[in-house]
């Protein structure tokens, strides 16, 4: 998907491996100065020194989601250097597979603080900002565990499910408070990625589809002429187990 992004600025979150390294490098390829958020510093680090030496323009930033002072502080500092914030992908998500007999309210609390709240912090930090400067563009990455839940997966679906729908509300308010405003939800399905394969090394790949299918479906988000908006979007691999 070519989208020219040259003179735009993006903020990706867990940027540092998998997905968000694949939508990172996508948009940075498109022209767009991009900031790879992430905790997790030394991947980071290693991201943005790989796509520097492709003469890509990517800035590393060391964010906690799961903490809203940290959120606030950032996004102004972003906001501050770049002096807009054109392009925001809510990406990172963290999962705990456990029965809930066995999960700890603290792991409860890793999985809903990180993929709901996290998401939520930069939403209502880059959002307000977004209609004083009359525009943007937020995508949310969610997951087929917002339409279909599975055992050991109950914090993770209910964080996404939360986050499909406060996706969908802010869709509607952005249609009333700032049409230059697009909002996005992207229902990626399984993902040979470490973030599957760290949990189930036995997982078939052949039943997974590589990120960067996923990173231009985003791109194919923003290529939307103004005026018209892709609202939600599904991507699964064809044999995808868990849609609808």
């Given at each position: 998907m070519q989208v020219d992004?040259?003179?735009r600025n993006a903020l990706v979150t867990g940027a540092a491996r998998g997905l968000g390294a694949a939508i990172a490098r996508r948009l940075a390829g498109a022209g767009a100065m991009v900031w790879a958020a992430d905790v997790r510093e030394k991947e980071l680090k290693e991201l943005a020194r790989a796509l520097g030496e492709e003469g890509l323009a990517v800035q590393p930033l060391l964010l906690d989601i799961r903490d809203r002072t940290q959120v606030a502080a950032a996004v102004s500092d972003v906001w501050q250097a770049s002096g807009s914030l054109e392009i925001l992908v809510n990406n990172a998500a963290v999962d705990v597979s456990k029965p809930i007999e066995h999960l700890t309210a603290e792991e409860a609390d890793?999985?809903?603080s990180t993929n709901l709240l996290g998401p939520i912090h930069l939403c209502l930090e880059n959002y307000r900002r977004m209609i004083r400067q009359g525009g943007g563009h937020i995508v949310n990455i969610l997951s087929t565990a917002a339409n279909r839940t599975w055992t050991e997966a109950g914090p993770y679906a209910a964080s996404k499910t939360g986050l499909r729908a406060f996706t969908h509300t802010l869709f509607k308010e952005a249609q009333r408070d700032c049409l230059?405003?697009?909002?996005?939800?992207?229902?990626?399905g399984g993902m040979?990625?470490?973030?599957?394969l760290e949990r189930f090394p036995d997982a078939d790949t052949g039943k997974l589809q590589d990120p960067d299918i996923v990173a231009d479906t985003v791109m194919y988000a923003l290529s939307v002429p103004a005026g018209s908006v892709v609202g939600e979007l599904v991507i699964v691999p064809r044999n995808e187990p868990s849609w609808p």
């Open positions: 992004l040259r003179g890793l999985v809903i230059g405003i697009g909002v996005t939800g992207i229902i990626a040979e990625t470490r973030f599957i």
